[in-house]
T-cell receptor, first 112, second 111 residues
Framework: KAGVTQTPRYLIKTRGQQVTLSCSPI?????VSWYQQTPGQGLQFLFE???????NKGNFPGRFSGRQFSNSRSEMNVSTLELGDSALYLC???????????FGPGTRLLVL | LAKTTQPISMDSYEGQEVNITCSHN???????ITWYQQFPSQGPRFIIQ???TKVTNEVASLFIPADRKSSTLSLPRVSLSDTAVYYC????????????FGKGTRLHILP
């Protein structure tokens, strides 16, 4: 089976812009979670989608949003980018609830 | 969600066995223990998972005592390429809880 894929792998944006990141889960997996990783804060949970519905949410401002499509692919959007949004954004998929998560390679976002 | 505590960092030498212990005092009956490995600028990679006693796979062993309040990841004969951050997670088998990562243990293998 193909693993979790994320696009793009690298992205450079400027403050105030918005960005959309994409994640394709492992085939058959219905849950997709998003994490932000920075050197100072480590891996922080953003949100999880299951069957097109947001199931869990972390403590991030409303500028961070996401959605999931009927084929389980997910996108996350960050509006009005700030310098502090520079990070590695990771997506993980799992079958449903309680199972092991499998991570993608991440999208490296740099905000200038 | 059960909180986990791990050492911030560890050093070891090539060829040695490395044991990383994780404390999870308030683990619940339905919780299982999972370990991930992460290299810089990559996503975490699943290593091993267990519920009780001992689990072994091709890369590691996981030891869980009877009270399940801690667990130990054992890496046999480490090499330089095992230098990474190792995360211990505790999560329920039956709930849809979000999976939260702690700070992990930064393992540095020396030649």
């Amino acid at each position: 089976k193909a693993g979790v894929t994320q696009t793009p792998r690298y992205l450079i944006k400027t403050r105030g812009q918005q960005v959309t990141l994409s994640c394709s889960p492992i085939s058959g997996h219905r849950s997709v979670s998003w994490y932000q990783q920075t050197p100072g804060q480590g891996l922080q949970f953003l949100f999880e989608y299951f069957s097109e519905t947001q199931r869990n949410k972390g403590n991030f401002p409303g500028r961070f949003s996401g959605r999931q499509f009927s084929n389980s692919r997910s996108e996350m959007n960050v509006s009005t980018l700030e310098l502090g949004d520079s990070a590695l954004y990771l997506c993980a998929s799992r079958l449903g609830g309680g199972e092991t998560q499998y991570f993608g390679p991440g999208t490296r976002l740099l905000v200038l | 969600l059960a909180k986990t505590t791990q050492p911030i960092s560890m050093d070891s030498y090539e060829g040695q066995e490395v044991n990383i212990t994780c404390s999870h005092n308030n683990i619940a009956t339905n919780d299982y223990i999972t370990w991930y490995q992460q290299f810089p600028s990559q996503g975490p990679r699943f290593i091993i998972q267990g519920y009780k006693t001992k689990v072994t796979n091709e890369v590691a062993s996981l030891f869980i005592p009877a009270d399940r309040k801690s667990s130990t990841l054992s890496l046999p004969r480490v090499s330089l390429s095992d230098t990474a951050v190792y995360y211990c997670l505790v999560a329920s088998m039956n709930r849809d809880d979000k999976i939260i990562f702690g700070k992990g243990t930064r393992l540095h293998i020396l030649p």
